[in-house]
């Protein structure tokens, strides 16, 4: 089950204010840190921050454990309410996970969400390490540089996050039926930030820090022991936040300015927490916990519970449910078929049809949706580009009819079929594939597929999938 987040009280509120005021930093001297500019809203944030949270809680392996999670949260609660009054904004809700991971990694989502790997409370040395990599975190998102960034990419993929936002977070094998030329996720435009935006959260971050009673320089510390971490799959959290360059330099001169009273030392709390992980069976990698598609939070040492597919698979029902992807796009499927996300697509397949195979994620019954860019100038060429892609991974796949017009999320589109013989079934299977142009030069497609013993069943199906598929923007 995932994991309840506590929201902030008042009462919590009141007493972190309180601890700021007895504690902690006099501020004498600091730099200005201005906003980049922002052509979103800030209801923009928090519905995108709230759509790619909601993926990566049902996705993510979260660790089930109260004392981490209590402690991650206060910590969290303490550096929020240190954030500068012209940067708060009405309806941003801070929380915090900690995910059962090893990598070195944390990452915070627009409006608030925060995820913090168990292995970057492992490698942090003090608590003020474990503080200093949080406000950073908390920088991006008051001073909005995840949506400031977004607003360089096209509307379309503004709207791409939160369907793909695992793909960024979290990389790992290639996705189901595509591996090749998608762009789904929106990895570079929403959670990669440049080196100017990672300077302003270099520097907020310090004074965010120094106004909680903590010492900054505990921060460039933590990057140190980051940018020399090379172990459990490397240091993840430097491949979206890159180097400044002397950023500990900077760092430490931002702290110089900065006044700390009685800076703070490790907690009791910290010690403890540090026990209680070493106690715990070693954290797995991301793709060792992500492997087998969602999943739901995971207790320490939980083993997956993925496999091949069961070929027991329900009829598609005759209700429908709606999903929307990211604000891109909205569609309908049977109620009981499942939603799958991955870096480069979101698959709905009923269960039984979905699972692991040699490494991959896959499916029998359902469709794939997803967008890819080609270099081809028209939707014929781009369609066949496609095709050889997806032939280069199902060498039996072969085109059964030629193209006729059709369309798709109220676009002209093309649609053909296709057959192949299933790797995990063995079985023959037929593809029916529809495309169309986007208004950015992107190509969105849509994948149904079904065991020939199956598709007179499923091919109605398919095509009301297809009819509703509407986009956002």
Known sequence: ???????????????????????????????????????????????????????????????????????????????????????????????????????????????????????????????????????????????????????????????????????????????????????????????????????????????????????????????????????????????????PGNRSAYITKEAEMIRVSSPARDSAEFDRVKSQLRSMPKAPTTQEATRNGRRTSTSPGEGNRGGMPSGRVAAPSSRYSEYEEGGMFRVSVPSNWRELTSNSSVTFAPEGAYGDYDGQNVFTHGVEIGITRSRARDLRSATDDLIAALSDSNPRLRRESDYRQRSIAGRNGLQTTLSNVSDVTRQEETIQLATALLPDGTMMYALGVAPDSDFDTYQPHFQRVVQSIRLSR
């Open 1 to 243: 089950m995932t994991m309840r987040i506590r929201k902030s009280t008042g009462r919590q509120t009141v007493a972190a204010a309180v601890a700021l005021a007895t504690s902690i930093a006099i501020v004498s001297a600091q730099t200005k840190v201005t906003p980049p500019s922002n052509k979103y809203s800030v209801q923009d944030d928090i519905k995108l921050g709230q759509d790619a949270a909601r993926e990566a809680r049902q996705q993510l392996p979260l660790l089930r454990d109260e004392s981490v999670h209590s402690y991650v949260q206060r910590l969290g609660e303490r550096l929020v309410a240190a954030i500068p009054a012209d940067q708060r904004h009405a309806g941003f809700n801070y929380t915090f996970d900690v995910v059962n991971v090893r990598e070195i990694n944390a990452f915070a989502l627009p409006g608030g969400p925060m995820f913090v790997n168990r292995g970057m409370i492992e490698a942090a040395r003090t608590e003020g390490e474990v503080a200093g990599v949080m406000a950073h975190e908390i920088s991006h998102v008051a001073l909005r540089h995840g949506t400031a960034q977004a607003s360089k990419a096209t509307p379309y993929q503004i709207g791409q996050i939160a369907g793909g936002i695992l793909g960024a977070i979290i990389g790992g094998t290639a996705g189901q039926v595509i591996s090749q030329g998608t762009s789904f996720g929106l990895g570079t435009a929403f959670m990669k930030y440049g080196r100017e935006y990672e300077r302003q959260a270099d520097i907020e971050g310090a004074q965010i820090m120094a106004r909680a009673g903590y010492d900054p320089r505990d921060m460039a510390n933590m990057f140190q022991t980051i940018e020399r971490q090379a172990g459990g799959g490397g240091p993840e959290w430097l491949s979206d936040h890159p180097n």
